[in-house]
């Protein structure tokens, strides 16, 4: 498990939609939305894979089944309409429970570290800021249009007071509001504060898709940012394990926050 955040345990108190008694003769059908297969790989492994089409688009889906509870995890692409369409889908394929949205995310707080897991309570839209309540954990995500680099990051973090900047998870979590389906995010940090990213944005294609061979073409021309790429590409690797146990944990814990999230002022943390 990554470092440990606090040592919280408690019920969420977000909505919870149907009766006690209706949800146990259902089952929980739990719903993740990850933005790339790399964030949750390790998770996944052995899952039953099809894909499902929606608007035009195609989406890979995993699903498993865990005693009474139903796992089902969608790759939605980079980027927030990516984000709302991948929701959709989802919702009109599986029917969930809760949804909860899923991958990397970029430090806010000089305090959080490569792997650290945080559970936000909040999660805001820096496009047209709005907030989305979900009941649970603590602090603040806020879902960018754009990768934040080290300026943008700085800006979001004095905007919002938020702990860390994803892409998508904005976009999942109005989508499971407007059909009254609870929500939660689960994001690893991928970036320290001060990480000098490399230009990944160019390489996101309209499908949201990343371009790897182009990328690596541009990377191996210029040696100034072998170490920021090869430094990311360990980053998250490490986030990705840190996220899929954190997640396993999570749902075995009944969606009871066990892992802890991240509050501030965190400036006494070691």
């Known amino acids: 498990m990554s470092r440990q955040l606090s040592a919280t345990s408690h019920q969420p108190s977000g909505r919870i939609l149907g ?16 933005a790339i297969k790399e964030e949750i790989a390790p998770l996944v492994r ?6 499902i089409a929606a608007d035009g688009y195609r989406f890979p889906l995993f699903e498993k089944q865990d005693g009474e509870t139903a796992m089902a995890a969608i790759c939605s692409g980079i ?3 990516h984000g709302r369409r991948a929701t959709e889908a ?11 949205s899923v991958g990397y995310a970029g430090a806010l707080a000089p305090a959080l570290r490569v792997a650290d897991i945080i559970e936000p309570r909040t999660v805001v839209n820096s496009v047209d800021g709005s907030h989305t309540d979900t009941g649970s954990g603590q602090g603040t995500l806020v879902s960018s249009p754009m990768v934040a680099d080290r300026d943008e990051k700085q800006r979001l973090a004095e905007t919002y007071g938020a702990l860390a900047v994803d892409m998508e998870g904005a976009s999942a979590a109005v989508g499971a509001q407007a059909h009254g389906i609870e929500f939660a995010a689960l994001k690893a940090i991928s ?5 000098a ?10 499908r949201g898709n990343f371009r790897h061979v182009a990328f690596a073409l541009h990377v191996m021309l210029r040696p100034w940012l072998w170490w920021r790429t ?9 986030a990705s394990r840190a996220l899929c146990r954190a997640i396993e944990v999570y749902v075995k814990g009944q969606n009871r926050l066990i892992l802890g999230a991240v509050s501030q002022p965190m400036d006494a943390r070691t």
């Open 19 to 34: 009766s006690d008694q209706q949800r146990r003769d259902e089952g929980e059908r739990i719903a993740l939305i990850a």
């Open 46 to 51: 052995g899952w039953k894979t099809r894909e």
């Open 79 to 81: 980027g927030a309409e």
């Open 90 to 100: 989802l919702i009109q394929e599986v029917h969930p429970s809760k949804i909860i």
């Open 191 to 195: 970036d320290p504060l001060e990480f």
């Open 197 to 206: 990213m490399p230009p990944v944005q160019r390489f996101v294609s309209n």
């Open 230 to 238: 090869i430094a990311l590409a360990r980053n998250s690797a490490r």
